[in-house]
């Protein structure tokens, strides 16, 4: 260990399905924010170590530090080793089913922290250091004697309880609380911090009681990792990345944030730094059909009752990203206060692409819900709202947008976005043809997914590159144009596509597993996408080309961080994360590739002992 700040990749996860911690390989939470996801931070460190706050946990001596999750769970286990001795610090928060909550007295918010010596006695160091409102506010601590220590703000409590006595932390200049505590070989100690902001706060008892909601923590997620359906070579990896899609999700409404922090660079020292603390609509069609082909539909019936409800708050036209109770997210504004991640300015709350127009969303939210309903028939408000999807592509399909990539500078004619629209139009009119819905003009729909069809052909195309470009009239590369075949409006293995991919290769892919996400990117010294990586194991898959999509998959997935977890980008000299973290696109990518790999393969299987 060293005094360094901690990278990205040093951070691990956990959370209840309301809120979520970023805990470092230092022991040390350096970002919370309760009780949602969006909520002023607690602890924030990781965008400021001064002014931000943590609550750090740590043996006095350098150690060498390794992590796990306990298996199929999100409960971490950091191990600090010293010669023989070893310091184990488990770090969960408390979840389980409504029906034991209402059987126990069970918080609505609760982290607990036990650090336990084993093979030798051991000193440890505590720092409890919160900092409220995003760093704003050094809270006063009250000692309320048994019932531990207890600070606030507005109608917020929170409060620290512990099996030690907490008199024997000291104030400090760097932090609130700073204790040094010696533990003999086999003893533990058990922190746990609540909050509670619906009237008196549940405290639970601490001892077997705290054994008892690790035992039936790790239950839980246990049982919920049993759903899912795939067995094969990445099934480490699928589960990893489902449980970490499971704790970006908001539980009380269905909705799934893109990631539990803010302003993570993409590019260390840069600018390009933003609230991803919200839920996309372009995440949709992924998250559906990663849901259902891993087996998970309770959730994904839940995302898409939220996306209905977020998304009747302002059709026709939608919404780049709304919150996880489907209102707009915060107009963006920049906090002048924080210094950023490792010097990386400004720190932004809200998020302005929120606003934006990017037509591509349209098709994520109608193929979200063709692939939801499969062979039934939508109800009444859910047929409107698709209606009403298909009309507006038709009216505004040909108008420039800021694409997928939300650019700030001029509108193009994307490609990804023409190709959205034109499975807009595509889907709706196969569930048409099912008897699945009706009320709109079929013939005006097939004329206009015919004219989004040419336009792509003739005008996506770029014979002097050739390839799809990122853009009408453009000729430059975009790494979003393997989805034509993911999306089914070209075959993997046509001559445009299989020429599409070898101009990705030549110009944006640094190397193997690694790929930028468009020219312009690439140009700004911004991080390999993640997420395109997974996209070309899908593509090659789907090209029948699968010797070379499973090395291309082994090689991503290699990028991930020691408990399998990715951010948005990868820096392909250092291999350092970058971005928000953990990024749920990108495990979605994860997941959606290993489905492909293996429903091609048993496909190709039983092809071949048909024959």
Same mark, same amino acid.
């Given at each position: 260990?060293?005094?360094?700040?901690?990278?990205?990749?040093?951070?691990?996860?956990?959370?209840?399905?309301?809120?979520?911690?970023?805990?470092?390989?230092?022991?040390?939470?350096?970002?919370?924010?309760?009780?949602?996801?969006?909520?002023?931070?607690?602890?924030?460190?990781?965008?400021?170590?001064?002014?931000?706050?943590?609550?750090?946990?740590?043996?006095?001596?350098?150690?060498?530090?390794?992590?796990?999750?306990?298996?199929?769970?999100?409960?971490?286990?950091?191990?600090?080793?010293?010669?023989?001795?070893?310091?184990?610090?488990?770090?969960?928060?408390?979840?389980?089913?409504?029906?034991?909550?209402?059987?126990?007295?069970?918080?609505?918010?609760?982290?607990?922290?036990?650090?336990?010596?084993?093979?030798?006695?051991?000193?440890?160091?505590?720092?409890?250091?919160?900092?409220?409102?995003?760093?704003?506010?050094?809270?006063?601590?009250?000692?309320?004697?048994?019932?531990?220590?207890?600070?606030?703000?507005?109608?917020?409590?929170?409060?620290?309880?512990?099996?030690?006595?907490?008199?024997?932390?000291?104030?400090? &200049? +760097? *932090?609130? =609380?700073?204790?040094?505590? /010696?533990?003999?070989?086999?003893?533990? #100690?058990?922190?746990?911090? !609540?909050? @509670?902001?619906?009237?008196?706060?549940?405290?639970?008892?601490?001892?077997?009681?705290?054994?008892?909601?690790?035992?039936?923590?790790?239950?839980?997620?246990?049982?919920?990792?049993?759903?899912?359906?795939?067995?094969?070579?990445?099934?480490?990896?699928?589960? &990893? +990345? *489902?449980? =970490?899609?499971?704790?970006? /999700?908001?539980?009380?409404?269905?909705? #799934?944030?893109?990631?539990? !922090?803010? @302003?993570?660079?993409?590019?260390?020292?840069?600018?390009?730094?933003?609230?991803?603390?919200?839920?996309?609509?372009?995440?949709?069609?992924?998250?559906?059909?990663?849901?259902?082909?891993?087996?998970?539909?309770?959730?994904?019936?839940?995302?898409?009752?939220?996306?209905?409800?977020?998304?009747?708050?302002?059709?026709?036209?939608?919404?780049?990203?709304?919150?996880?109770?489907?209102?707009?997210?915060?107009?963006?504004?920049?906090?002048?206060?924080?210094?950023?991640?490792?010097?990386?300015?400004?720190?932004?709350?809200?998020?302005?692409?929120?606003?934006?127009?990017?037509?591509?969303?349209?098709?994520?939210?109608?193929?979200?819900?063709?692939?939801?309903?499969?062979?039934?028939?939508?109800?009444?408000?859910?047929?409107?709202?698709?209606?009403?999807?298909?009309?507006?592509?038709?009216?505004?399909?040909?108008?420039?947008?800021?694409?997928?990539?939300?650019?700030?500078?001029?509108?193009?004619?994307?490609?990804?976005?023409?190709?959205?629209?034109?499975?807009?139009?595509?889907?709706?009119?196969?569930?048409?043809?099912?008897?699945?819905?009706?009320?709109?003009?079929?013939?005006?729909?097939?004329?206009?997914?015919?004219?989004?069809?040419?336009?792509?052909?003739?005008?996506?195309?770029?014979?002097?590159?050739?390839?799809?470009?990122?853009?009408?009239?453009?000729?430059?590369?975009?790494?979003?144009?393997?989805?034509?075949?993911?999306?089914?409006?070209?075959?993997?293995?046509?001559?445009?596509?299989?020429?599409?991919?070898?101009?990705?290769?030549?110009?944006?892919?640094?190397?193997?597993?690694?790929?930028?996400?468009?020219?312009?990117?690439?140009?700004?010294?911004?991080?390999?996408?993640?997420?395109?990586?997974?996209?070309?194991?899908?593509?090659?898959?789907?090209?029948?080309?699968?010797?070379?999509?499973?090395?291309?998959?082994?090689?991503?997935?290699?990028?991930?961080?020691?408990?399998?977890?990715?951010?948005?980008?990868?820096?392909?000299?250092?291999?350092?994360?970058?971005?928000?973290?953990?990024?749920?696109?990108?495990?979605?990518?994860?997941?959606?590739?290993?489905?492909?790999?293996?429903?091609?393969?048993?496909?190709?299987?039983?092809?071949?002992?048909?024959?």
């Amino acid at each position: 260990m060293t005094a360094d700040v901690p990278k990205i990749q040093d951070y691990a996860i956990i959370g209840d399905g309301r809120s979520a911690a970023l805990i470092s390989n230092r022991g040390s939470i350096d970002w919370l924010c309760w009780p949602r996801f969006d909520s002023p931070s607690i602890f924030g460190a990781i965008v400021d170590p001064k002014i931000g706050g943590h609550w750090s946990i740590r043996p006095i001596h350098d150690s060498k530090v390794s992590r796990k999750y306990i298996d199929k769970t999100n409960v971490l286990e950091t191990t600090f080793a010293r010669d023989s001795a070893k310091v184990v610090l488990t770090d969960f928060m408390s979840v389980t089913s409504e029906e034991n909550k209402r059987k126990r007295l069970w918080p609505e918010h609760e982290i607990i922290r036990q650090i336990k010596a084993e093979g030798g006695d051991a000193e440890v160091i505590f720092e409890f250091n919160p900092r409220l409102d995003y760093g704003r506010v050094v809270p006063k601590i009250d000692n309320v004697g048994k019932l531990g220590w207890r600070f606030g703000l507005g109608t917020h409590v929170y409060t620290l309880r512990s099996d030690v006595d907490l008199d024997c932390f000291k104030q400090s &200049r +760097s *932090a609130a =609380a700073v204790a040094k505590i /010696s533990l003999k070989a086999g003893e533990s #100690i058990t922190l746990s911090l !609540t909050f @509670s902001e619906e009237g008196p706060a549940v405290l639970p008892p601490l001892g077997d009681a705290t054994a008892e909601r690790l035992n039936l923590t790790i239950d839980w997620w246990r049982n919920w990792a049993a759903q899912s359906n795939y067995r094969g070579a990445y099934e480490r990896q699928v589960i &990893r +990345s *489902a449980l =970490a899609l499971k704790l970006l /999700s908001y539980a009380p409404s269905g909705a #799934i944030v893109a990631a539990p !922090t803010t @302003s993570l660079p993409e590019r260390i020292g840069g600018d390009l730094n933003w609230d991803y603390r919200f839920a996309w609509l372009r995440d949709a069609a992924f998250t559906v059909h990663t849901l259902f082909g891993l087996g998970y539909k309770d959730d994904a019936e839940a995302f898409v009752n939220w996306l209905l409800h977020a998304t009747n708050l302002t059709r026709p036209r939608l919404c780049v990203s709304y919150d996880v109770f489907g209102e707009r997210p915060p107009p963006e504004c920049e906090f002048k206060h924080f210094a950023g991640h490792r010097g990386s300015r400004p720190v932004r709350l809200g998020n302005a692409a929120s606003e934006q127009l990017q037509l591509d969303i349209y098709g994520e939210v109608v193929e979200a819900v063709s692939h939801f309903f499969g062979k039934e028939t939508p109800d009444h408000e859910m047929q409107k709202m698709l209606r009403q999807c298909g009309e507006f592509v038709c009216e505004h399909w040909h108008e420039p947008d800021n694409g997928m990539w939300e650019e700030r500078d001029q509108l193009r004619h994307y490609t990804h976005s023409r190709l959205m629209c034109w499975v807009t139009l595509d889907r709706l009119i196969e569930m048409h043809e099912c008897d699945r819905i009706s009320g709109f003009s079929l013939e005006k729909f097939k004329q206009t997914r015919a004219a989004i069809r040419q336009d792509i052909e003739e005008h996506a195309w770029n014979s002097n590159l050739g390839a799809y470009a990122q853009a009408c009239e453009s000729d430059k590369l975009d790494a979003s144009t393997l989805l034509m075949s993911y999306h089914r409006f070209e075959d993997a293995s046509s001559e445009r596509m299989q020429k599409t991919h070898a101009r990705i290769r030549e110009r944006l892919i640094p190397r193997i597993g690694l790929v930028h996400r468009n020219e312009q990117s690439k140009g700004r010294h911004e991080g390999a996408f993640a997420l395109c990586s997974f996209w070309e194991t899908d593509f090659l898959a789907r090209s029948g080309r699968l010797e070379e999509a499973h090395e291309v998959f082994q090689a991503a997935l290699s990028f991930a961080n020691d408990v399998d977890l990715f951010a948005e980008e990868i820096d392909p000299e250092t291999g350092d994360a970058l971005g928000n973290f953990p990024q749920g696109f990108t495990h979605l990518g994860v997941i959606n590739a290993a489905l492909t790999l293996r429903d091609i393969e048993e496909g190709t299987h039983k092809m071949k002992r048909a024959s």
